[in-house]
DNA sequence: ATGAAAGCGCTAACAC
DNA sequence: GTGTTAGCGCTTTCAT
C-alpha cells in the first residue's frame, strides 16, 4: 500500500471483502455489528479517507456545483456567493466558483471547465452580454439556477426589478425630481440592465442625460456610490445637488458616510431558493417547466436622496 | 450509447481504437494526420466532452484548487478569491472554494470535504482560531499555500506584517499622537491578529483603551469603517477627535466619503505568487522547505487622520 | 450477511 | 502509427 489508503486496505486490514467495506461507509444496511465495528477500526487505524473521484464515477454524478459569477469583487456577490456556499455545503455539495469579469468567452471557458468536471448543476449569478452560454446548457440539459436575476429558459429566483425600479422611481418623482438619469457600467448584467432601464422609462422618469440630472439611479449599489464620489469630485453635492438611488443593498451602503438610499435584495433568500431548486433539478424531484420565483425588493431610504431644490 | 458520448464512441465513430481518441484529445504525438482528422471530426459530431473524473482518477491527480478563506463579504478577499481564481484557471486549474465565517469545525469540514475530492492542493487565506488544521494538511505532504498572512510550516506569501503596523503606528507618532488603541474582529485570522498586535506595541504605541486614544490601528479596512461609523454615531469625529488607519487597502476605501487612510496589499501580486507557488508545489518542481515570501505594504495616507488637536 | 466480478471513462505501457 | 490490455478506487448486481 503506497500512497493513500484504499478501500481495499481498509477491507485486508479488517479482514472482510471491499464490497462489505463500502456498505458500511455508505451506511447501508444489512452488515453484521461485528464487521461493521472491525470496518470502522481499521478506517481510523489507516486514516482511509474516500476517494470522491472514484465514488462519482461509477455513480455518474457528482456533488458539486458550479458557481458562475461576474465580479466576486462586489460585495453583494462575494456574500451571495457566500451563502450560496453555506446553503450547498448544507446538502454535501461542493462549490467551484468561476469569474468571469462580465467577459463572454470567458464565461463560455468556465462553464466549459465545469461540464469537464462533470458538475451536477450550475448557479448563474450575472450573465456576460450574450446569453448563448444557456442555450447550451439547457441544450444539454444541465440542471441550472439563475440567482438574483431572471431568465425564462431556466429555473430562477431575482428580486422583481420592475417593481424595484418602481420604487426607486417613484421615491424621486415624490421627492420632486423631473430630470431623472440611469447609470450603469460594463459589469452588470445585460438583461437585468435592460429591464432596469425599461422600466425605468415606464415608471414616469424622463431620461436625461447626466449632468442635467437632478437624480439618478444606478444599476446597482457599486456604480452609485462610485457616482457620488465622482459627482462629488466635480463639485455637485449629494443629495443638495443630485439625489442618487442604488440597487442591491450591500452592507457598505449603511455606513453614516454613506447613507445610501437603495433597493435592496434579499441575499439570503436568493441564496436558499437558488439552492433549493437547483438541488430538486439535480436530484429529478421536480420535472415541471422552468420556475420563476420572484421576491420583493426592499426601497431603503437613507442620505442620498433628498427633495429637489431644498 | 444512452448519456454522454465517451472516448469509446468517437473511437467507433472514427474507425480507430480509444486510445488513439486518448492521444489526439491529449494532443500527443505520433498520431496520423488522418486518424487525427477523423477523431476531431467525430469529436465534434458527437459533442464529446473528456470526463475529467475518469481522467484525474487514473492520472492520481485532480486539476482543482482548493481555496479556503474565511469571509468571501470582505471585499479585500472578494478580490483576491477571484484573483486567485483567474491565475488558477491560466494553468488549467479549477477553484473549489469554502467561506469558514472563523469558525474552526467549519473549516475542519470544509478542508475534509475538499481532500476528499482529491484537490491537487489547498490556498488558505483566513485561518480560524486554532492552526491544527494546518498540521494535518502537512502530514499528510498536501501542497498548501498560505496567502495574505503567513506560517512557517507551508509555503506562503503575506505582506510584511510588522513594517505595515510599523508604518500604520510611526505615520500616527508623527502626527502626535501618543495614546494609540488597536481594533479587531472576531473574523481576523487569529495570527495575524497576534503579529499585528505585538508589532503594534512594539513600535512605539502606548496601548490605550479605545475610549481614551486619540489614533486607533484597525486589524483591517473593514474593521476600521466599521469603528469609523461607530465613533462617528456617538459623537466622535475622524479625524478631528480621533485618527483611524485601516489595513488592506480596499477599493471602497479611496471613495472621498471614506478617503480611509491605510496599508495597502498589494492582491494581484499575492494573488499571482501564491498560486505560482501552489503550482509549483503539485508539479513537485521544487523541494525545498516552506517558502516564505513578504511583500512590501504601502501606506496610503487619506483623510481619516490628522495631526493631533489641530 | 458477505464476497466475486463487472464496469464507470479514461491513460499508459506494451505489443504489433 | 495503432490496438490491446490492465488498471485508477469505487458501487452494485448476483451468487452463495
Chains 1, 2 share one sequence.
Do not use: W
Not at 470496518?39 to 458557481?67: C, D, H, K, M, W
Not at 453555506?86 to 462553464?111: C, K, L, M, P, Y
Not at 442625460?209 to 452609485?224: F, R
Amino acid at each position: 500500500m503506497s500512497g493513500r489508503p484504499t478501500i481495499l486496505d481498509v477491507a485486508e486490514r479488517s479482514g472482510v471483502s471491499k464490497s462489505t467495506v463500502s456498505s458500511v461507509i455508505r451506511g447501508a444496511v444489512g452488515v453484521s455489528p461485528a464487521s461493521q465495528r472491525r470496518v470502522l477500526a481499521a478506517v481510523a487505524e489507516l486514516g482511509y479517507r474516500p476517494n470522491a473521484l472514484a465514488r462519482q464515477l461509477v455513480l455518474q454524478r457528482t456533488s458539486t456545483i458550479g458557481v458562475v459569477v461576474g465580479d466576486l469583487a462586489n460585495p453583494f456577490y462575494g456574500e451571495l456567493v457566500k451563502l450560496l456556499e453555506r446553503h450547498a455545503h448544507e446538502i454535501g455539495f461542493t462549490t467551484a466558483v468561476s469569474n468571469t469579469d462580465g467577459h463572454a468567452d470567458r464565461e463560455a471557458a468556465r462553464i466549459e471547465a465545469l461540464l469537464e468536471q462533470r458538475v451536477a448543476g450550475i448557479a448563474m449569478l450575472q450573465f456576460s452580454g450574450d446569453r448563448a452560454a444557456l442555450d447550451g446548457l439547457v441544450a444539454e440539459g444541465i440542471p441550472v439556477a439563475v440567482v438574483s436575476s431572471t431568465d425564462p429558459r431556466v429555473d430562477s429566483v431575482g428580486v422583481d426589478e420592475r417593481r424595484g425600479v418602481a420604487l426607486a422611481v417613484e421615491h424621486l418623482l415624490q421627492l420632486g425630481h423631473e430630470r431623472i438619469a440611469y447609470a450603469t457600467s460594463p459589469l452588470v448584467d445585460g438583461r437585468t440592465n435592460r429591464a432596469r432601464y425599461e422600466t425605468f422609462l415606464r415608471a414616469g422618469a424622463t431620461d436625461a442625460p447626466l449632468d442635467e440630472a437632478t437624480a439618478v439611479v444606478a444599476a446597482n449599489d457599486i456604480v452609485a456610490i462610485e457616482l457620488i464620489d465622482s459627482l462629488e469630485r466635480a463639485g455637485r453635492r449629494v443629495p443638495d445637488d443630485v439625489s442618487v438611488v442604488g440597487f442591491d443593498g450591500i452592507a457598505l451602503g449603511a455606513l453614516s458616510r454613506i447613507g445610501l438610499t437603495t433597493v435592496a435584495q434579499p441575499s439570503e433568500q436568493l441564496a436558499a431558493h437558488g439552492i433549493r431548486m437547483l438541488h430538486e433539478r439535480i436530484e429529478g424531484a421536480v420535472d415541471e417547466p422552468p420556475r420563476q420565483l420572484l421576491l420583493e425588493p426592499k426601497l431603503v431610504v437613507r442620505t442620498t436622496t433628498a427633495r429637489k431644490d431644498r
